[in-house]
């Protein structure tokens, strides 16, 4: 079945950086663009971008310009959320979906489990 | 950025009731919107996409409505389990943005 695995939660210094990972299986790993959402706590969920597991072609939110990279790895089929000089309200968890029908613009059928990144001095 | 209004915020109910949920959108998106269900601690769940597919396995008392701005989430005959929060979510151009939410909790 279709999984997404993303790694563990972590605890950085506002001005540090964050990577997150996000491992797919049980589906062709090039077929589907990956999503990535986060979520402060209690608040409502925010979209932050998305890549082109084939191309490595990304999108993003504008409020991320400058901070955020995507990437992947198709050996590992694994993909990559980097986001740089991390602030308080950069707090929040952060998920990785799968676009529905492989998609940039696709509702999100899979969802990772989630990955608490809390940013504090 | 396309803004999506979800109303109510909040919506107290009982098993067995029909509740409904609306999101409205600041621009049009056709039918690129999709619904959700959240629960504490758990990743969102899609339910609804092209603003009326059920998606597999979600049972046929959730039910999606509408186009272009104005959209329709109806769960009839409430269970137990449905006690959630809802958001919509358009995917028609980026920024790919959600509703604030509706918390659905026992009356």
């Known amino acids: 079945q279709v999984q997404l695995v993303q790694s563990g939660a972590e605890v950085k210094k506002p001005g540090a950086s964050v990577r997150v990972s996000c491992k797919a299986s049980?589906?062709?790993?090039?077929?589907?663009?990956i999503h990535w959402v986060r979520q402060a706590p209690g608040q409502g969920l925010e979209w932050i971008g998305w890549i082109s597991p084939d191309s490595g072609g990304i999108d993003f939110a504008q409020k991320f310009q400058g901070r955020v990279t995507m990437t992947r790895d198709t050996s590992i089929t694994t993909f990559y959320l980097d986001l740089s000089r991390l602030k308080h309200d950069d707090t929040a968890v952060y998920f990785c979906?799968?676009?529905?029908?492989?998609?940039?613009?696709?509702?999100?059928?899979?969802w990772g489990q989630g990955t608490m990144v809390t940013v504090s001095s | 950025a396309i803004q999506l209004t979800q109303s109510p915020s909040s919506l107290s109910a009982s098993v067995g009731d029909r509740v409904t949920i609306t999101c409205r959108s600041s621009?049009?998106?056709?039918?690129?919107l999709a619904w959700y269900q959240q629960k504490p601690g758990k990743a969102p769940n899609l339910l609804i996409y092209?603003?009326?597919v059920l998606q597999s396995d979600v049972p046929s008392r959730f039910s999606g409505s509408g186009s272009g701005t104005y959209f329709t989430l109806t769960i009839s005959g409430l269970q137990p389990e449905d006690f959630a929060t809802y958001c919509c979510?358009?995917?028609?151009?980026?920024?790919?943005?959600f509703g604030q939410g509706t918390t659905l909790e026992i009356k």
């Open positions: 092209s603003a009326s």
């Open positions: 621009q049009g998106i056709s039918n690129t």
């Open positions: 979510q358009q995917y028609n151009s980026s920024p790919h943005t």
């Open positions: 049980g589906y062709t790993f090039t077929g589907y663009c």
């Open positions: 979906a799968r676009g529905i029908w492989g998609g940039a613009y696709d509702a999100y059928d899979a």
